[in-house]
Each structure stands twice: as structure tokens, then as C-alpha cells.
């Protein structure tokens, strides 16, 4: 049998098709991922490992709904591994403005609003459609003005080619249906017909084809769907009539109770109308009878195109979203959502399946129909002619890869590949996490992009972009079975994911739209079979909504917990014992129950002013000394982490705040500070990231300045004393993997179990727990059982930690700096200098303070005097100084007798200066 990757033949197909319904055992036409890997994956290739199979079964399963049936399957075998094999992934597309000159002149437009536009490939001409009763043709080629034709004063309806005739037909709302030569170029009136009696006005063409040839068919503003019989020689111009002698026109059918907006023949499906009464039919000529009724829209239906290589309508219409429904079933499939007006224009590249979109509010933007998602969007801020920047209709021309929109005048959009980007993130890093199911890491930086990596060989599996818009991602997280990715935006938006193939599943709506999220959990209540997803950040609230197995794609039903004064920046969750922890702006943490909302306890961080705040939190169950929990190399398994966070003993709650410092909370009952432990490397540095593999048996932390620490708590934690507390955290390595920020860690499971790490340079990097380097996603490429393919497995190029000081205004000289006794790899400098004796505290207000000075000795000097107060004059200015040191001596080069006594009154002058600006500040 072929491999995925590999061409299969009608009779494999066949083949696979028989092994695929005897698989299904229950004959609900869907496998589950079980019977997927064991009766169809040995037939899918020999070399795909159990875990190829359960990626491949997630990116067949487009709506992560546990299923696959044998249309997604097919839709995948043939149109997605066609195009990786080719290499013209779809999502590279996009649209860029028009790239050639326009040669019209300025008043060369309508007068009157454009209402259609379509390109006639037998002439390579565009033509316009206006209110003002005329069309104009325009050049293929390079969209120069090429002539005008008037039909009168009445609004244009709709136009069509008729190929077989070679004539141009046009409806008008004076119910008028017009015929114009397109042989010869001359475009001379040839025909025109007029409805009469009852009939309604003429509002959408199409062209039903067969072997006896083509017939015109148009519905109208009755909701009546005719074909014409007549027309194309018809002059002078003429009522139509239908009698027993003679009939001009037929009824199809009357099924609609309002005028229909577009009608289309589609050979597979039938004759497809809708109507602005929320409905579209599809009409069967060989049974002659409407056989399908789509009731997906609630409000009227303006347009749709059909996508015959995933055999589904796209249609649009009052309501904001953009429908996808299976064409024989008219089964519901899912749909496009991002517009937030009406969408009053469809169109459809067949090649690559691209839906371009434009809503009332002049937004045009493209989806993919493979996964569902929005490619770009163009808003007026976009055009590079604001006057164009408002347009009426939108028509995809498929024979030069573009998109004509038109206000007046008809304007391109160029359709174009990019570069494909086989690297990774462009922007800062926001999570990092490790997918024990499929055995993947999962990235994704601030502007939305998302990225699947292979772990075994660093390459990227899959990407997905924007997915929160033009807003900035800011958290994520897997759902309990680690199959659906939920991603947290800076707008407030809530959204989950396949992350496989980018679909987005769900959206989770609150009231308090606009306020940034900083963290998103999801959690499982075993006990009631409920699973829930939390959301904290601006405005200190925690938003909680009920994560049900229905179909609704947006969840509006939600509660909050509510008790913080501050921002919430960072919260973490322990299901197992159902305990939720929230840290906000002002030092303050909450224990709250976890499923039922119950404020359990508050801790406060005890630190200076604007040093308070809790930036991490993570809970760790107490395993007592001795323990074989998390023994093993490979950091524990699933069950001694069970056996750990089982019971009703002691939790442990790490805190990292401002000041770089992790605290050790015991809570039971109540919160009791334990310890305090290092967290951050460097006096004016902050932890960043925190994770601790699935045993608990190592905490890995990450900090501002780039440093990754990781602590072993393999011998178990004793919380008897703070200082055996202290030993049972046992720093087993500690380096500088970035030279910027650590903004995710997690931890991957195996033989040598590994550290990934996410910074804000935009890098993604795979260390060993002892600071050995397997390296960066994207740029290299590795064996991952192959110690020769790592970049440096034996830490030996490893950079050394940052000195506490090197981040200060005030440098350690280097020759006075010694060997870190403690870690080994860092510098700790000696006291040299007066200002060494100082705290942290007092550095960084003086430090404000200098800097406070030089701003006002700036303003003064450019500030131009005026007024009275001019008169003023200000003697004997003393200089300000130019470094701390300079003030720490107090002027001793100057004025003072000798060194020591000008250090002690530095000394003196900074602790006093330090105590007024901490009042003045607190005041």
C-alpha cells in the first residue's frame, strides 16, 4: 500500500475505502483515533511509527472532534499532500495592490456606485456595471478604458457572457433583459425582451449548459427562478408571453417568498438559488423538483460560491459570519468568522481554494477553506488610492490571479505567492509547550503565529498566523487530552485551536471585551465530568466557562472570580486538588477553589515599592524524603506524579515577584512563607518563565536576562526547617541560554530528558537539564538519538551566567570580581567601593534620581523663558553628578580631605537622599 506521502491509485482508493468501512465497527461512517491506528494505519505506510499516525489523525481531523470520516479523509490524501508535494502551500498567498500604472484619467469612472463586475476571458475585457445605467469595458490586460455603452437611465442588475452565442445579456430593473454582440468588437444592441404582467424584476443570471446547448436562467425580485426561451434576436424590443401557442419563458420554480440574490448552475449539485429570505435551494432537473433546502442563515443570504474539490458551499449574507455547508448533504461544516459587519460579496479561487470576502464596512478579507482560517485582511488604511477605498462589489479573476474591486472604477489586487518560511517566530516568544500526545512542541510569539514542531529532528511540522487578529497573543495552553490549543489575546479574546492544521474551533466571549488577557488554564473536574477554561488579566477578574462536548462555536455563558484590586499577571492551577492560584500587579495571591469559585486564603509578597508584584506562580506537591517519585532519569512518570498530587497533605506554591526572588509557601489551611530561594540571576532581573516536569522531580525556571536554572528535587522535599527546605531545592545546573528574556519553558519526557526554551529574540532552543545544547528550532537540523547531530551536548560552549551587578549603573571592576563559590560558572564581585555596601533598594533610587535631574537640566536648557517670571535669576548651580559613583563620594575630589571621610558622607548622602525619594514617592 502507498505511503501518505506517496500517489495512490484508483485501486488503492478502492482498497482503503473497504479497509475503512470494516473498520468501522459500529457503522457510524467515523473512526476513532483507536480504530484509525489499528486498522487503517498499517495500510498507510510502512514507516510511519505509531506516533506519525496519531499526528497524521489529528491533521485529518480538521474540527478535533475525535472522529474522521471518510470525506475528510479523502479531502486530506488528495488536496493537502498534493500540496506539500508541490510546495505552493496556499497559506504563502496574498494579495498585494496593483503593480502597473493607470493609464486612465482621473474622470474616467461611473457615475453612479458599481454594483457588479466580472471579467469575459473571450474578449480579455473587465466590465463594469453601474446604477447609472451604463457598463463600461475596460482592458484585461493593464485595466485601461477601452469603451462606455449606455442601456438608459435604469440600475443594472446583473450581466453575463453567453459563449455559445457570444453575446453579453444584461438585466435592469425597468425588467428589462438586454443582448449585445461580443463577436466583432461593435457590442450593438442585438436583442431585448421585457417581463410582463406580474413578473417580478430580473436580479441574477446564470447559464445552464447541457448537450443541447445553453439556456438563460434568472431570478427574480418575486423569488421566482425562470429560463428563457427567447432573447438573443429579439428586436425591436418585445413583452415576453407564454400561451399554449407560444411560451418565451418557463417556470423552474417559485419556492422563494423574496427576490432572489444569486442563482448559479453547478453540474454536480443542480441549480442553486438564494434569497434574501435566508434560504437556498438547489433544484434537480431530472427530477424536476427543488431536492435540498439550506436553513443554515438566520437573515438574508446575499451570496455563494461552491468549492467542488471539497465539495462544499461557501455563502454569505446579512450576518457576519460566512457559512460552509456540504453540497449533497447540506450538512452543516463550520464557518469563516472575522467580519464584524454584514458580508455582501463571495468570490472563489478554485486553484487554491482562497474565499475572498468584502463586508459592508469596505473590510475584504481571504480565507482558507483546508483549514478555515483568515489569510489577510485589508482595511481602508491598506489602499494606496483612498478614494478607491470604499468599493461596492469584489470578482476574483482566476485567468491573471487577481482580485477587481470597484467603487466606481475598478481597482486590482494582485494575488501573489511570498517566500515560503521554512524558520521560525519573527516577533517575542509568548509560550512554549510540550504535547505528550503527539510527541510535538508547540510555539507562539506575540503576533499570533503559531508553529508544530518535530522534536527528533528540530523541523517544522506546521504554522498558522494571526490568530488573534492584529492583537498580540499573550498566553496558551493545551485542554486535557493535549489535542485542542486555547490562546489568549491582548483584545480579550478567548480561542481554541486544532493546532495541527490552524482551524479555529471555538471562541469564548465575556463582557468586558477590549482588557488584556495575561494568562489562560484549562481544567478538568473529574469528579463531575466538566471540563472548564480560565482566563485572567486586566481588570482582575477570572473568567471561567464551561468547555461542553456541543457544537457551538462561541461560548458566551461564563462566571468570574472576583477579589483582586490589581491587575492579575499570572495564575496557575492544580486539578488534581482543585486549588487555582492568582497573582496580580500589587503583590497580592488568592487561593481560590478551583471548580467552585471559593476564596480560600491571601498571601501577600513582603518587598519594596514596585517590586511586589507576582509574576509566576506554579504548585508543586510535597514528596516526603525517601520517596521513589520522580527517581528515574527521565524525570517520573504519569503515575508517581498521581501518587504526589494525590491525598490531602501539604502543597507547596512557588511565587516569583519583582524583585528576582522565588518564595516557598506551604498552604494548607493557611499560607505559611517557608523560604525564599535565588530566581532570577542579577539584582535588577525578574523570573520570566517557570515549569516543572510532569514527576515534579526539577523545577526549571527563566529570567529577564536570559538564564535558565534548574533545581533537582529528586531526593524529595523536606519542609520541616526553612534550611532543610532549602537543601531539598538542589540547584543542579544554572546558565544563560538567551541574551534576552526567557519567556516559556517546558519540559520534554525521555532517556535524556530536555528543556525548551522561548525567548524574546524570537529564538526557540532545546537544552539538556545540565545545560547541554540540542539546538534552535528552524535554524538547525538534528538526529535527536544522535549526540554528533547536537550543537553542544557536553556544555562545553555554554555561556557563563551574568554577575548580579553587571545589570547596574554602577560596574564591579573586573580585576577585582573572583570566581561564584556557590554555582561555579558565575562572578559575584567584592566589595571594592563603598557603594558595594549599599542595598539594591538604595542603587535604584538614587539611580531615579539622577536620572530625574537630567531630565529637568534638559527641559531648563531648551525651555524658553516667558513672563514675569523671567526676571528671575538663579546663582551658584551645582553641576549634576555624572554616575552614581560620582555621588556616592559626595564631590570627595573637590571638597573633601581624604577618600574614606568623602565615602562615608557619599554613603550618607545616598541613604538620605534614597529615604526622601521613597517618601516622596509613597507620599
Known amino acids: ?16 475505502k473497504k479497509i475503512f468501512e470494516e473498520a468501522d465497527e459500529d457503522g457510524s461512517g467515523e473512526l476513532d483515533i483507536d480504530e484509525f491506528i489499528e486498522k487503517l494505519g498499517p495500510h498507510l505506510g510502512n514507516n510511519l511509527t505509531e506516533q506519525q499516525i496519531r499526528q497524521l489523525f489529528m491533521k485529518i481531523d480538521a474540527d478535533a472532534g475525535g472522529t474522521v470520516d471518510w470525506e475528510e479523509f479523502t479531502n486530506y490524501m488528495f488536496l493537502e499532500r498534493a500540496q506539500e508535494a508541490s510546495g505552493t502551500t496556499s497559506e504563502n498567498w496574498r494579495l498585494f495592490p496593483q503593480d502597473f500604472r493607470d493609464k486612465n484619467d482621473p474622470g474616467v469612472a461611473h457615475r453612479g456606485p458599481v454594483d457588479r463586475i466580472m471579467y469575459c476571458e473571450a474578449i480579455d475585457k473587465y466590465i463594469t456595471c453601474s446604477r447609472d445605467g451604463s457598463f463600461r469595458l475596460w482592458n484585461g490586460a493593464d485595466l485601461k478604458h477601452f469603451r462606455t455603452m449606455t442601456l438608459g437611465s435604469s440600475w443594472i442588475t446583473d450581466c453575463i457572457y453567453m459563449p455559445q452565442a457570444r453575446k453579453l445579456v444584461f438585466t435592469t430593473v425597468d425588467r428589462a433583459v438586454s443582448y449585445y454582440e461580443a463577436n466583432r468588437g461593435s457590442y450593438e444592441l442585438s436583442g431585448r425582451v421585457y417581463a410582463s404582467g406580474t413578473m417580478g424584476v430580473p436580479q441574477a443570471l446564470t447559464l445552464v449548459t447541457n448537450d443541447a446547448g445553453e439556456q438563460l436562467v434568472y431570478g427574480d425580485s418575486k423569488g421566482h427562478v425562470i429560463m428563457l426561451l427567447c432573447g438573443t434576436r429579439e428586436w425591436p424590443a418585445r413583452d415576453l408571453i407564454s400561451t399554449d401557442e407560444h411560451q418565451d419563458y418557463i417556470y423552474i420554480h417559485q419556492e422563494h417568498t423574496d427576490w432572489v440574490s444569486q442563482v448559479a448552475w453547478v453540474p454536480e449539485i443542480g ?69 464584524t459587519a454584514s458580508v455582501t460579496h463571495i468570490s472563489l479561487d478554485t486553484r487554491l481554494n482562497h474565499v475572498f470576502t468584502l463586508s459592508a464596512d469596505k473590510v475584504i478579507k481571504v480565507w482558507d477553506l483546508r483549514n478555515h482560517r483568515c489569510l ?19 470578482v476574483y479573476d482566476s485567468l491573471h490571479r487577481r482580485v477587481i474591486t470597484a467603487m466606481n472604477r475598478p481597482y486590482v489586487w494582485v494575488h501573489k505567492m511570498v517566500a515560503q518560511d521554512r524558520t521560525g517566530h519573527m516577533d517575542a516568544v509568548r509560550g512554549v509547550l510540550y504535547n505528550h500526545t503527539f510527541g510535538v512542541v508547540v510555539t507562539a510569539d506575540e503576533s499570533g503565529t503559531v508553529c508544530v514542531w518535530n522534536i527528533t529532528n528540530g523541523q517544522r511540522e506546521g504554522r498558522f498566523m494571526k490568530a488573534h487578529g492584529e492583537a498580540k497573543l499573550t498566553a496558551m495552553c493545551f485542554d486535557k487530552n493535549e489535542r485542542r490549543l486555547v490562546t489568549a489575546g491582548g483584545d480579550g479574546s ?160 512557588l511565587s516569583c515577584g519583582g524583585d528576582g526572588l522565588m518564595r516557598v509557601w506551604q498552604i494548607t489551611t493557611v499560607g505559611k512563607l517557608l523560604c525564599t530561594l535565588p530566581g532570577a540571576q542579577g539584582r535588577l532581573e525578574q523570573v520570566t518563565a517557570i515549569c516543572a516536569d510532569r514527576a515534579y522531580s526539577h523545577v526549571v525556571v527563566g529570567d529577564s536576562a536570559g538564564h535558565i536554572r534548574v533545581w533537582d528535587l529528586r531526593a524529595g522535599i523536606d519542609t520541616s526547617t526553612p534550611d532543610a527546605l532549602r537543601a531539598s531545592f538542589k540547584q543542579r545546573c544554572h546558565w544563560r541560554a538567551h541574551r534576552t528574556a526567557v519567556l516559556g519553558v517546558d519540559c520534554v519526557p525521555g532517556e535524556r530528558p530536555l528543556i525548551v526554551a522561548g525567548s524574546r529574540d524570537h529564538n526557540v532552543t532545546i537544552w539538556t537539564y545540565d545545560g547541554g545544547m540540542l539546538g534552535t528550532l528552524g535554524d538547525d537540523v538534528w538526529v535527536l538519538d544522535d549526540l554528533r547531530t547536537w550543537r553542544d551536548p557536553d556544555a562545553l560552549d555554554v555561556e557563563p551566567i551574568m554577575g548580579e551587578t553587571d545589570n547596574l549603573y554602577l560596574q564591579v571592576p573586573k580585576e577585582d570580581a573572583d570566581e561564584d563559590e556557590e554555582g561555579g560558572r558565575g562572578r559575584r564581585g567584592k566589595a571594592a567601593d563603598p557603594a558595594a555596601e549599599l542595598d539594591l533598594t538604595s542603587l535604584q533610587l538614587v539611580n531615579a534620581l539622577i536620572t530625574e535631574k537630567r531630565s529637568k537640566a534638559r527641559e531648563a536648557a531648551i525651555t524658553q523663558p516667558m513672563g514675569l517670571h523671567s526676571q528671575l535669576h538663579v546663582h551658584d548651580l551645582q553641576p549634576v553628578p555624572g554616575n552614581v559613583r560620582e555621588l556616592l563620594r559626595g564631590g570627595t575630589d573637590t571638597r573633601a580631605g581624604s577618600s574614606a571621610a568623602g565615602a562615608r558622607a557619599g554613603k550618607a548622602n545616598v541613604v538620605q537622599g534614597a529615604g526622601f525619594l521613597h517618601q516622596r514617592s509613597s507620599g
Open 494 to 653: 478567548v480561542y481554541m485551536w486544532n493546532f495541527n492544521n490552524g482551524s479555529r474551533l471555538r471562541s469564548y466571549t465575556h463582557g468586558e471585551e477590549g482588557q488584556e488577557l495575561s494568562m489562560v488554564l484549562f481544567a478538568a473536574d473529574e469528579k463531575r465530568e466538566s471540563d472548564a477554561v480560565y482566563a485572567a488579566g486586566w481588570g482582575g477578574k477570572v473568567y471561567v466557562w464551561e468547555d461542553d462536548d456541543d457544537d457551538h462555536d462561541t461560548i458566551t455563558s461564563y462566571r468570574t472570580y472576583e477579589g483582586h484590586r490589581e491587575d492579575v499577571t499570572h495564575m496557575a492551577a492544580f486539578p488534581e486538588r482543585a486549588l487555582l492560584a492568582t497573582g496580580d500587579y500589587e503583590g497580592r495571591i488568592t487561593v481560590w477553589g478551583l471548580f467552585n469559585g471559593e476564596k480560600r486564603l491571601s498571601l501577600f509578597h513582603r518587598a519594596e515599592r514596585y517590586e511586589t508584584s507576582i509574576e509566576k506562580l506554579m504548585w508543586v506537591p510535597v514528596t516526603r524524603p525517601g520517596s521513589t517519585a520522580g527517581s528515574s532519569r527521565s524525570g517520573g512518570t504519569d503515575s508517581a506524579r498521581q501518587t504526589q498530587s494525590g491525598g490531602t497533605g501539604p502543597m507547596l506554591l
Open 376 to 394: 489577510q485582511t485589508i482595511t481602508q488604511d491598506d489602499w494606496k488610492r483612498p478614494e478607491e477605498a470604499r468599493p461596492h462589489c469584489l
Open 1 to 16: 500500500m502507498a505511503g501518505v506521502d506517496e500517489e495512490i491509485n484508483l485501486d488503492q482508493l478502492k482498497l482503503l
Open 271 to 339: 441549480l442553486v438559488s438564494s434569497s434574501v429570505d435566508s434560504t437556498i435551494r438547489i433544484y434537480d432537473f431530472v427530477r424536476e423538483k427543488v431536492i435540498n433546502n439550506c436553513t443554515h442563515h438566520t437573515k438574508a443570504v446575499y451570496g455563494f460560491v461552491w468549492c467542488s474539490a471539497y465539495s462544499m458551499f461557501a455563502s454569505c449574507g446579512l450576518e457576519r459570519d460566512v457559512i460552509l455547508w456540504q453540497g449533497n448533504t447540506v450538512r452543516r461544516i463550520g464557518e469563516l468568522t472575522g467580519h
